[in-house]
């Protein structure tokens, strides 16, 4: 099947797409505390995820939209001030009666590291307590060797640490690493010899790099991590549950049904990568080729290679441009048809709100991507269920050292730690 792509260079809008179903705060992320006793730290948490999801607000505000009492919101606020956690902004003026305080996280409340390990690169970011990139370090390889990998991690993780002021270290809170589930899968569609790939088969990435730290590690599929920081920071907090789609070397997704990311039976829920393209008839024809065997970034870098031309492209504007989009056209035409087959299926078994697509790659790539989604959504046959709207996603690239990060952060201040993972459980 192919969707019809223009030849020419597209002028960087996106297709027209039905509006989302989105709602202003869905329920499961609506922080909402307790007026009984003993329940300070929970208040303490509901207090700092309302101002984290609705922006600086006053006590008044902070008590209609946490269901607290104003006496609670009032010292609840004096604590968070001790704690240096939130921080009074300038009074707003211009209304009757006193002018209006707003108080908002304070960025050097608390800091959180965040380690994403890919099989072309290797990111490390200091995330502080309103979720702005600090610091970064990081490095480009063609495939992660573990025999010097995690040397660099631990040198890195140092020199993130020293960044932070020595009054700041205690608030850093703990690392959050993504990575894939299987490192050293699909050697022949990566190109990499079997002795390469088998050194990842044995290895626990967090407890390597826990062995490194005194603070706490968490650990969570790169996708999913790039799901987590699309749930918190971007679109996600409007929409209730959508199948998120994130384009790098490999094609890779998550799954977020009620406001909660879903984990699955071994953390792998959402893997639209190896969602087959076809249907399995028998074992004369062989399996389906995976979603991801086919429009992954790694293809579009092949055509780019075969053509002669930079393969760096595939990640920057360029390939929307001459002489590259000649051959983008045409892995559009693979790409948009094969998320469009997992839009729909994921819409046929969930009843989602939405797709959000994001990746490594240029903006302009990214809305070429969905506008070739929506035009293969045109062909199917939507009776008796609803078409999801294909949203572009608002993170980037760092959506998976950001979603790591988050991680340690979220056990730390929300009131629901497992609004993303049941970190504790693992799989039998």
């Not at 705060?25 to 730290?41: A, C, I, V």
């Not at 549950?241 to 406001?259: C, P």
């Not at 609004?419 to 504790?424: E, G, H, N, Q, Y």
Request: aromatic share 6%; hydrophobic share 45%.
């Amino acid at each position: 099947m192919t969707t019809d792509v223009s030849a020419a260079p597209p002028s960087g809008t996106a297709r027209t797409q039905p509006p989302p179903r989105e709602t202003q705060h869905h329920d499961r992320l609506r922080p909402r505390g307790s007026n009984q006793l003993g329940m300070r730290q929970f208040n303490e948490r509901v207090v700092l995820q309302a101002i984290r999801l609705h922006g600086s607000l006053p006590k008044a505000d902070i008590a209609r939209l946490t269901h607290l009492t104003p006496q609670t919101v009032q010292i609840i606020i004096a604590r968070l001030e001790a704690d240096q956690l939130v921080r009074k902004l300038d009074p707003v003026r211009g209304k009757v009666g006193q002018p209006s305080v707003p108080m908002a996280l304070n960025p050097d409340g608390g800091f959180s590291i965040g380690v994403k390990i890919g099989r072309r690169s290797m990111d490390m970011l200091l995330l502080d307590f309103v979720g702005q990139v600090r610091e970064r370090v990081g490095a480009s390889y063609d495939f992660p060797d573990p025999d010097t990998l995690f040397d660099d991690i631990e040198q890195r993780l140092a020199a993130l640490t020293q960044a932070l002021p020595p009054a700041l270290r205690d608030r850093l809170h703990g690392v959050g690493v993504a990575a894939p589930l299987s490192l050293g899968g699909w050697q022949n569609v990566l190109g990499i010899a079997p002795q390469q790939a088998i050194k990842w088969s044995s290895i626990d990435i967090r407890e390597r790099i826990a062995a490194m730290t005194d603070l706490p590690v968490e650990f969570v599929k790169d996708t999913a991590a790039a799901c987590v920081a699309e749930l918190v920071a971007g679109r996600g907090r409007n929409l209730p549950s959508f199948l998120y789609v994130f384009f790098d070397t490999f094609i890779g997704g998550g799954l977020v049904i009620d406001s909660q990311l879903r984990s699955g039976l071994n953390g792998n829920a959402g893997a639209v990568g190896s969602m087959p393209l076809g249907v399995a008839r028998s074992s004369r024809d062989g399996a389906p080729h995976q979603l991801l065997s086919e429009v992954s970034l790694i293809n579009l870098e092949a055509r780019f290679r075969a053509a002669g031309l930079d393969v760096g492209a595939a990640s920057d504007v360029r390939a929307m441009q001459r002489p590259w989009w000649a051959h983008t056209s045409h892995w559009l035409r693979d790409a948009g048809p094969a998320v469009a087959f997992a839009a729909n299926s994921a819409a046929c078994l969930l009843d989602i709100d939405g797709v959000i697509v994001d990746g490594s790659i240029s903006r302009e790539l990214l809305r070429g991507i969905i506008s070739a989604v929506n035009q293969a959504l045109d062909h199917y046959d939507w009776e008796g269920v609803a078409r999801p709207p294909v949203l572009e996603g608002t993170i980037g690239s760092d959506a998976r050292a950001i979603g790591g990060a988050l991680l340690p952060l979220y056990a730390n201040f929300a009131p629901d730690r497992d609004l993303f993972l049941k970190l504790s459980e693992t799989p039998p």
